[in-house]
């Protein structure tokens, strides 16, 4: 626990906390010692209180939060960027911002996994209720009227009979998908492990691809903002996605362009960094020295896009699940009621 990495919303609140203290003109060790005695939780208090002594003894910030071990990489190479080029309180609201986004951004991806794998689940539920409870009880109405289930409804009947003699298997992995889902939700490190697998093999299409193109654009913006040339921050924003070779191989191939000679805005859009029209608004902003105000400009316009990508996503996925499993469960119950119809009329 001691060594638990601090999640992004964490990392955001102390950095937007300690660069509103030096903002006012408190020094690094006298804010992250106000940090630490406005901090109600132990944990949190006992690293602020660590970092508080490391810079009252002479240790950088960037210094002193990578010998904590609780932050990324990342937050040190940008604060100790900062600190070099005298713009730590720069970086550091940089950092509280992009860290933001990230935490909003985690919350939109749990929703968009969680919620839909839940309303599956009930859904299948539904299903197999009407298969292995609510069928049989047809087929003994049938029975007695001298009949039985044929045709697609004899082969429900079959499949429902089959799910109930595998019922124990069943429940056992249904429980095991509960314990994932609840795992999934409730456990930040084990939710990281499953989305970073998940990201080095599928994380680089469709949404995935719009989200990680948002996230190296702010990234980028932050780098260029704290005072780093473009080669920098490429490098730095590459950092980002190492858990994503297909990304990572995109800025790797744009920082390769850029050393061979080739300008920026060609090399951009031959690697695929970023959309075309993104790269030419970069490029004339760095001709006319707003390098920093147009990514900041385009990193928000690409969050928005990713955001709205995601979102569509989601909602598409609700709907599809509820009208499949609607048009299933009628044809459940009409394949049941047609002949009942039938052999009544028949009667009357």
Not at 149 to 177: E, K, Y
Not at 294 to 319: G, H, K, N, T, Y
Request: include cysteine; glycine fraction near 8%.
């Amino acid at each position: 626990m001691a060594n638990r990495m601090l999640s992004n919303g964490e990392i955001s609140a102390f950095c937007l906390g300690l660069s509103l203290l030096i903002h006012s003109g408190v020094g690094v060790g006298d804010g992250l010692a106000l940090l630490a005695e406005e901090e109600n939780d132990a944990e949190q208090k006992k690293l602020l209180s660590e970092l508080a002594d490391s810079a009252d003894n002479g240790v950088s910030l960037a210094d002193a939060v990578k010998q904590s071990g609780r932050f990324p990489d990342y937050v040190c190479g940008l604060l100790e960027v900062g600190e070099q080029s005298g713009r730590t309180e720069e970086a550091l609201s940089a950092l509280s911002r992009y860290y933001e986004d990230r935490a909003r951004l985690d919350h939109q991806v749990k929703a968009a996994l969680l919620y839909p794998s839940i309303l599956l689940i009930i859904m299948l539920a539904i299903i197999a209720v009407l298969l292995i409870k609510v069928l049989p009880v047809f087929n003994e109405v049938y029975s007695y009227l001298g009949a039985s289930l044929t045709g697609i409804a004899g082969g429900l009947l079959s499949l429902g009979r089959a799910l109930d003699a595998a019922m124990p298997f069943l429940c056992v992995i249904l429980g095991l998908v509960v314990v994932f889902l609840v795992l999934f939700s409730a456990v930040p490190s084990f939710r990281e492990k499953m989305t970073s697998a998940w990201r080095r093999k599928m994380g680089d299409k469709g949404v995935s691809k719009k989200i990680n193109t948002a996230c190296f654009a702010q990234s980028l913006s932050m780098g260029l903002s704290s005072g780093l040339p473009i080669e920098e921050a490429l490098s730095l924003a590459g950092s980002l996605l190492e858990g994503v070779p297909a990304a990572k191989a995109r800025c790797d191939d744009c920082k390769t362009r850029i050393q061979s000679g080739e300008s920026l805005s060609a090399a951009m859009k031959a690697s695929g960094v970023l959309p075309r029209a993104e790269c030419r608004i970069l490029e004339l902003g760095l001709r006319s020295g707003t390098g920093d105000t147009a990514m900041e400009q385009i990193a928000r316009r690409l969050s928005e896009e990713s955001d709205i990508a995601l979102e569509e996503s989601v909602a598409r996925v609700e709907p599809a699940l509820v009208m499949v499993t609607s048009v299933l469960v009628g044809v459940i119950l009409l394949a049941v009621m047609l002949p009942l119809m039938n052999i009544m009329t028949a009667i009357g």
